[in-house]
């Protein structure tokens, strides 16, 4: 898992996340924005509040901005998938009308 290091945003965890995904390994995927969920979570619990200084303005824009990334890429192959599954469907209709020709 990713090492979450008190007073810094938590990174996420990209690399990680692409390699589960990449092995259609949801469950880990899962945890690991869960993960990732919890730190953010916790970093910005209200008991901490003071731990959000100004200047770590840019370290939580980066995060934003990682994040966006992310679900854009997960957007993406979201819609791969769904062109797959498609395509799966067009071919499975074209078997089957062969097999009842076929009689």
């Keep these: ?9 938590p990174a996420l ?10 092995q259609a390994e949801l469950d880990v995927a899962a945890a690991l924005v869960d993960a990732h969920d919890r730190a953010v979570r916790q970093f910005l ?6 731990l959000l200084d100004p200047r770590q303005r840019q ?10 990334a992310m679900l854009a890429e997960l957007g993406q192959r979201r819609d791969h998938v769904a062109g797959l599954i498609q395509q799966l469907q067009r071919h ?5 009308a062969y097999l009842q020709a076929m009689g």
Excluded: I, S
């Design 92 to 96: 499975q209709r074209g078997a089957n």
């Design 1 to 9: 898992m990713t090492d979450y290091t008190a007073g810094m945003p």
């Design 45 to 50: 619990a209200p008991e901490d509040a003071g």
């Design 59 to 68: 370290a939580w824009l980066n995060l934003l901005e990682e994040q966006q």
């Design 13 to 22: 965890p990209v690399e990680a996340l692409r390699e589960a995904l990449g």
